[in-house]
């Protein structure tokens, strides 16, 4: 099966950056969009961005706009979500996803991406 396993967390302060990176596994990474989420303690699993196998289309969610962004290497299995400018309101656990089918067009929704990691911890102090 495809293992997805997010890193690059921590502890930052208010308008600091960070770099998580997710490590895929598997022959098909390259066939897969891939995308983050993240939740906050008593929130539901929000959508932050995704990107389509080949990286020709990036989609993210308002809030992370002009913030956030999402990239892959392909050849290393990888894709980073590089944030800056972090606020306090973006401390969440963060998720690494992927939509093993390659909808089109990229979901914003958690029920069309089939693949999780395990999360990373990003906490954001004021």
């Known amino acids: 099966q495809v293992q997805l396993v997010e890193s690059g967390g921590g502890l930052v302060q208010a308008g600091g950056s960070l770099r998580l990176s997710c490590a895929a596994s598997g022959r098909t990474f390259t066939a897969y969009n891939m995308g983050w989420f993240r939740q906050a303690p008593g929130k539901e699993r929000e959508f932050v961005a995704a990107?389509?196998?080949?990286?020709?289309?990036?989609y993210y969610a308002d809030s992370v706009k002009d913030q956030f962004a999402i990239s892959r290497d392909n050849a290393k299995n990888t894709v980073y979500l590089q944030m800056n400018s972090l606020k306090p309101e973006d401390t969440a656990v963060y998720y690494c996803?992927?939509?093993?089918?390659?909808?089109?067009?990229?979901?914003?929704?958690?029920?069309?991406?089939?693949?999780w990691g395990l999360g990373t911890q990003v906490t954001v102090s004021s």
């Open positions: 996803t992927a939509d093993k089918y390659g909808r089109w067009p990229l979901s914003r929704r958690k029920d069309d991406y089939d693949y």
């Open positions: 990107m389509t196998w080949n990286g020709d289309t990036l």
